[in-house]
Nanobody
Framework: QVMLVEAGGGLVQPGDSLKLSCAAS?????????LAWFRQAPGREREFVAA????????YYSDFVKGRFTISRDNAKTTLFLQMNNLKLGDTAIYTC?????????????????WGQGTQVTISF
C-alpha cells in the first residue's frame, strides 16, 4: 500500500510563491516510477501540472506553468515538491500528487493509480 500526503497549500496574492510537498510512504512505493502534480479548479476538469520520472529525474511541465513552477524531490526520494512562483489568479485549484507505474503517459490521469487527498491553493487579492 502506498500513501501520498500533500501539504503547503494556502491563500496568497497574485505574484506570490508557495511550495507544495507530497510525502510518499508504503512498502510498494519502489514500484512507482512517475510522480506528478495535477490540479482541478471548480467547474473544470483535472489537468496535468508537472511530473518527475523517479528513475532518472527527468521533469515534465505543462505549458501554462513552464518558467514559473519547479518540480523536485528530496535526497531520500520520498518527498515530491512543487515550487510555485509568480502565482496567478488562474492557478487557484486543488493540487493533488499522484504516482504511476508507467513512465510514458505522464500527462494522463488515468495512468496514475495512487492519489493523495489534495491541498487547496487559492490566489486572490
Amino acid at each position: 500500500q502506498v500513501m501520498l500526503v500533500e501539504a503547503g497549500g494556502g491563500l496568497v496574492q497574485p505574484g506570490d510563491s508557495l511550495k507544495l510537498s507530497c510525502a510518499a510512504s508504503g512498502p510498494t512505493f519502489r514500484h512507482y516510477y512517475m510522480l506528478a502534480w495535477f490540479r482541478q479548479a471548480p467547474g473544470r476538469e483535472r489537468e496535468f501540472v508537472a511530473a518527475m520520472d523517479w528513475i532518472d529525474e527527468t521533469t515534465y511541465y505543462s505549458d501554462f506553468v513552464k518558467g514559473r513552477f519547479t518540480i523536485s524531490r528530496d535526497n531520500a526520494k520520498t518527498t515530491l515538491f512543487l515550487q510555485m512562483n509568480n502565482l496567478k489568479l488562474g492557478d487557484t485549484a486543488i493540487y493533488t500528487c499522484a504516482a504511476s507505474r508507467n513512465r510514458e503517459h505522464y500527462t494522463e490521469a488515468d495512468w496514475y493509480g495512487i492519489w493523495g487527498q489534495g491541498t487547496q491553493v487559492t490566489i486572490s487579492f
